[in-house]
């Protein structure tokens, strides 16, 4: 709000938010940051935890339970609360102006979809990392935080430099990104839509696999 009102919603200005208030045009992009972020937390030190400090997910699979289905179930809880706390945002920025209209809840449904396809490769790595959690600190520095910057969150990609604009089309935070403000700002490209969902179905999917192998061979030990 405070460097919205800087902005004129004239010009180039205008020409970069669609013509919406930056606080309406923003919203959307942070509500799929917040999820990447919560993603990213939830799968690290938490799944660390599991296999080495409280070993929770030995004692889980000594019963009946199988790696996989304490991969999913992790996985699982990640999303829900990835759920929750993305309306409980909504709520928030609704009553300070930010939300335009209904398409909001579709951009919560994409910023999930997006933190879910970001939870499941971050487990998966977590799970094999044997040390103290140090790799964490490279994962948070070197590509949570240059997503969050550089994946249109704040202003449009086709403001950086010609020669950056491709690398970001592998975050999937722009595709998140891009889906929940379209969404939000009632903005329809079937093309785009249906790239954006691919590529991020892909991700999870591509996620999905390498966790429960991961956690398999974790615990097979």
């Not at 954006?196 to 696999?209: I, K, Q, R, S």
């Amino acid at each position: 709000m405070g460097f919205g009102a800087l902005i004129d919603g004239t010009g180039r200005a205008a020409e970069a938010t669609g013509g919406v208030d930056y606080l309406v045009w923003l919203a959307p992009a942070l509500l799929a940051v917040s999820a990447v972020q919560s993603a990213a937390f939830e799968s690290t030190y938490p799944v660390l935890s599991g296999f080495k400090w409280q070993r929770i997910y030995h004692a889980m699979t000594a019963g009946p339970l199988s790696p996989e289905q304490v991969a999913l179930g992790h996985l699982s809880w990640t999303v829900a609360k990835m759920g929750v706390s993305g309306a409980v945002f909504v709520g928030v920025v609704a009553a300070f102006g930010g939300v335009a209209g209904p398409g909001i809840a579709l951009s919560l449904l994409a910023a999930t979809l997006t933190g879910a396809a970001v939870a499941a490769l971050v487990m998966a790595f977590a799970a094999t990392v044997e040390n103290e959690g140090a790799a964490f600190n490279g994962l948070f520095r070197f590509v949570v935080i240059p997503m969050t910057l550089f994946s249109g969150t704040f202003f449009p990609v086709d403001r950086l430099p010609g020669w950056v604009q491709p690398v970001t089309w592998i975050s999937p935070l722009w595709h998140g990104t891009e889906l929940a403000r379209d969404a939000a700002l009632a903005v329809w490209r079937p093309l785009p839509v249906l790239g954006h969902l691919a590529y991020l179905a892909v991700l999870l999917a591509l996620g999905l696999v390498l966790v429960q192998r991961s956690y398999r061979r974790r615990l097979a030990r």
